[in-house]
């Protein structure tokens, strides 16, 4: 090699394909799981496993190769556009969603119900009342186009219970995370340690009630065949819940990283990244619980 | 009224959020602090919002989507 | 000089140049491999795609039913559709952005090589999976490219839950290509190089990245939702509980309407290197080509419900989206008076790059015309779903961005190969392909007019004159296609050596290169000196 060369260019790697197939096998085996094929969950918990195996030992390399000093200034200022623009997407992603829940709310749900001089109502829906509640305007024994009952609840979930406390549980977290931040950057080892272990434990406990939230909503009837409200309220905290589980996994790793003194003062991006992206998650449950508890 | 303040005050903590996403990127000292402090204001806004969205439904301000408005007609 | 540092790394005392065999092109982290995989690729898509369009064109050559099952040819448009969008002109544009950006840019290759790598190789797979449907139960996807609730969620085969995937697949592989363009423009970027220094193509990448980050999670979470209704009860496209189906086309076509611009903006660029280069003069109104390229940027999402006029929409809405959409035509405009400007006394010759890029011009702004057209709500009444409709998109799709993609492909064949393509041959397929064009999606102007419904397998008897022309060319343009592949092929094999800068005219940090580029492009950074001296500034 050149002693001129002043750019970071890795050499071949057999990760990306190793993803294609990892991904591409977790597809074919969840398509063909829905459509009652024996084998679809085999293969999709297969696809599952290459993925993961790529992910850790793709980042494995990438971090080896950042210890051993390999990267300079300017493939960590990739990795920074690389991070920030792929959070970007996420929020884009989430945005469709949240776009479904404000126009259910507000268009599609009251045109249902006659706002707008809707002349179809009374022909399609006569004495349908508009309501975010709208999964009530169902008998039970309804079945959707797709041919599934829908499911009618006894109640919603009380906004004072635990998705109260799942709240302060999170920004708590948040909190913490910004202490650990705060050491890392006066350097203060033992300390950022002790309040991301206070950061990973509030997330999983936030996990923990999220599946019991879950647990008692599915016994009262609330289902993701419930309606709008259902859907949009399980996909989106149930995307949610995804984000967190990652986020949780990736605190982890970092708690790892900082115990092997990965990280000086003044670099430390993989902490940086992993941070913001939990504080993007945090926010993104701010506004679920505003818009899908509150407002 | 209070519904606004909510949305503005939400509006206000995704700004500093990209405030942090650009110190981020920036990378160097200067990077860093800037997003440290903004994630330090994103925190700080997100706590005084939870705790102000509690009073509110607390004083009947606003009022929470628990309540099934028609009850079902359920025929067991 | 921010990095100019030496890097000891483990493999320093490896050879330099390319790997040997197949697992090269596996592993490759190089722009320049993963260019020609991803042009290949598309290359090969197209032919696929165009294949059914010659099914689908046989079928309307005559009225009645001739060839095959409705259903089937419903199947023929809908894969036609979303192969040709998918599959041949996005990762042709993301393969042209690979090869040429970092040596627009000044340098040695993409930011992210290894990600660069994964977003080509999930491609083949995504590609793989929406072809196979057409050997499932019930047949492949046949509600259209634009897959409307609730044709695609209720009235749909299994099938279509192995092309939820696929388009999911497709849009990981697009959102890594564009954060990967952004990286390496933003970061990778000589030092010395402003960013109004860039060139236009780099500059209409950088935008059309940013539609693509915004768009593709979009698609991604309207296919998710579909995936739900469709297999686990949710309801946000079914009124019976509560949802609209109106909404999948809202959140369709938030993602849509940018695509459309993420398929045309590259080829503005390319178009803004042409024509400069044969006209032998500095490329007319560099700021406001970059200005108009941002402004179409940020209106591409503000427009979309112009593809719903029909759908029932508030009337405040349609006026809305109606006056956004002509809003459009301004921009547009602009860059089309600067090309027009550009060739203004130009001492212009018209080797075969150059025949592609004014035809681009003139072509395109038919279909943009046709789709000022189709944006006046009360006149979309007429038009909307009918061929006039296709017409307008095909103008801007094959005689705009596959156009482009053409016209790249000859103008930069010297710099990838270091040789010289036939410029005879060259010539003749482009009046052959310019001609056919014409005869193919003209008269469906006329088709749509006289109301001639679009994805229909027959027609009535007044309709049939126009749909035998526009079949005869459509077959004539399918031929076209031979010729072109023989003409690159032939290039590749038995061409005459290229100097490094073929075309009279050319400016670019490319050309300074060897005839054939170097495996990595700029190991040093250009000089301010060489950037000023290859920019697009007057």
Redesign the interface.
């Known amino acids: 090699m050149s002693k001129e060369q002043a750019y970071y260019v890795p050499d071949g790697t057999y990760w990306p394909i190793i993803g294609s197939i990892g991904v591409a096998t977790l597809f074919v085996g969840f398509a063909n799981q829905m459509h009652g094929v024996e084998w679809g969950g085999s293969v999709m918990a297969l696809g599952f496993a290459i993925t993961v195996f790529m992910m850790f030992g793709w980042f494995g390399q990438v971090v080896s190769e950042s210890t051993n000093g390999i990267y300079n200034s300017q493939v960590d200022r990739s990795f920074r556009w690389g991070m920030s623009w792929f959070i970007f997407s996420e929020v884009m992603f989430f945005a469709a969603f949240f776009g479904a829940l404000f126009y259910a709310r507000q268009l599609s749900v009251p045109w249902l119900g006659g706002a707008d001089n809707n002349i179809y109502t009374p022909e399609l829906w006569n004495g349908f009342k508009a309501g975010w509640d709208t999964v009530a305007f169902t008998t039970p024994g309804t079945t959707l186009q797709s041919g599934i009952e829908m499911s009618v609840p006894t109640q919603l979930v009380n906004t004072w219970g635990l998705p109260a406390l799942n709240t302060l549980l999170l920004l708590l977290s948040g909190v913490t995370l910004t202490f650990a931040h705060h050491a890392l950057r006066a350097g203060h080892r033992n300390q950022i340690i002790g309040w991301l272990v206070a950061t990973i434990a509030l997330g999983s406990a936030f996990l923990g009630f999220q599946v019991m939230e879950y647990g008692h909503a599915y016994y009262d009837g609330l289902k993701l065949t419930s309606g709008i409200y259902g859907s949009t309220f399980y996909m989106l905290t149930g995307f949610h819940g995804f984000h967190v589980t990652v986020g949780v996994i990736m605190l982890t790793v970092i708690l790892y990283r900082i115990q092997k003194g990965h990280f000086t003062v003044d670099n430390h991006f993989g902490f940086e990244g992993v941070a913001w992206y939990w504080h993007f998650v945090d926010v993104v449950w701010l506004g679920l619980f505003i818009f899908v508890y509150w407002l | 009224m209070t519904?606004v303040l909510?949305v503005i005050v939400?509006i206000a903590?995704?700004t500093a959020?990209g405030f942090?996403?650009v110190g981020?990127?920036?990378?160097g000292?200067a990077g860093?602090n800037r997003?440290?402090k903004s994630?330090?204001t994103?925190?700080t806004l997100?706590?005084v919002?939870?705790l102000f969205?509690?009073f509110a439904?607390y004083m009947g301000w606003?009022?929470?989507?628990?309540?099934?408005?028609?009850?079902?007609?359920?025929?067991k | 000089m921010t990095t100019a540092t030496t890097i000891e790394a483990t493999h320093d005392d490896h050879h330099h140049g390319p790997e040997k065999g197949l697992m090269r092109w596996v592993k490759t982290t190089n722009h320049k491999d993963i260019g020609s995989l991803y042009m290949w690729f598309a290359f090969t898509m197209l032919l696929v795609g165009g294949a059914f369009a010659m099914g689908i064109r046989a079928e309307l050559l005559q009225p009645g039913l001739q060839l095959m099952e409705p259903q089937f040819f419903n199947q023929l448009t809908t894969m036609h559709g979303l192969i040709m969008v998918f599959g041949a002109i996005m990762p042709a544009f993301v393969g042209l952005g690979n090869w040429l950006i970092p040596m627009m840019v000044g340098a040695p290759d993409m930011a992210l090589p290894r990600m660069n790598n994964w977003s080509f190789w999930i491609l083949p797979f995504a590609g793989g999976i929406l072809l196979s449907t057409f050997f499932m139960e019930g047949g492949a996807p046949a509600f259209g490219w634009t897959f409307y609730a609730p044709l695609s969620t209720t009235f749909a085969p299994d099938s279509t839950d192995f092309f939820i995937f696929a388009v999911h697949l497709l849009g990981f592989s697009s959102i890594m290509g564009a954060i990967n363009i952004i990286a390496t423009v933003l970061n990778m970027r000589a030092p010395e190089m402003k960013l109004m220094d860039m060139p236009l193509f780099v500059w209409t990448w950088l935008i059309t990245s940013f539609l693509l980050i915004g768009a593709m999670p979009v698609l991604a979470g309207a296919v998710t939702m579909m995936l739900t209704d469709r297999n686990f009860g949710t309801a946000f496209f079914d009124a019976t509980g509560g949802g609209d189906p109106v909404l999948f086309q809202h959140i369709f076509w938030f993602f849509g309407h940018p695509e459309v611009y993420i398929m045309i903006l590259p080829a503005f660029g390319v178009v803004s290197h042409i024509i400069p280069t044969f006209a032998r003069k500095p490329l007319f109104g560099y700021s406001s080509m970059v200005y108009a390229t941002a402004s179409i940027a940020f209106l591409s999402y503000i427009v979309w419900a112009h593809h719903m006029f029909l759908t029932g929409m508030p009337v405040a809405g349609e006026l809305y989206f109606m006056y956004a959409t002509m809003l459009i035509a301004v921009p547009t405009g602009v860059k089309v008076f600067n090309w027009i400007s550009t060739m203004w006394r130009g001492s212009m010759t018209f080797e075969a790059p150059m025949l592609w890029a004014v035809s681009f011009v003139f072509l395109f702004t038919i279909g943009g015309f046709s789709g000022l057209m189709l944006g006046i709500a009360p006149a979309d009444i007429q038009y909307h779903d009918t061929y006039f409709v296709v017409a307008h998109f095909h103008y801007v799709l094959v005689t705009g961005a596959l156009w482009s993609i053409i016209a790249a492909t000859f103008y930069w064949l010297p710099k990838w190969t270091g040789k010289m393509y036939n410029e005879k041959l060259a010539k003749i397929h482009f009046w052959w392909a310019v001609i056919s064009v014409n005869v193919l999606f003209f008269p469906q102007h006329f088709l749509g007019l006289a109301g001639m419904p679009r994805r229909i397998p027959d027609y009535s008897l007044q309709f049939a004159d126009f749909n035998f022309i526009s079949s005869i060319g459509g077959f004539a343009f399918g031929a076209s296609f031979i010729l072109l592949t023989y003409i690159v092929i032939d290039c590749i094999r038995n061409g005459k050596p290229a100097s490094s800068r073929p075309w009279e005219g050319a400016k670019g940090l490319e050309w300074t290169l060897e005839p054939k580029a170097q495996y990595h492009s700029f190991n040093t950074p250009p000089s301010r000196k060489l950037i000023k001296a290859e920019s697009q500034h007057s």
């Open positions: 519904e909510i939400i903590i995704l959020l942090g996403l981020m990127i920036k990378g000292k860093s997003m440290f994630l330090v994103r925190v997100s706590v919002l939870f969205v509690m439904g606003i009022e929470p989507n628990n309540v099934m408005v028609d009850a079902p007609v359920v025929q």
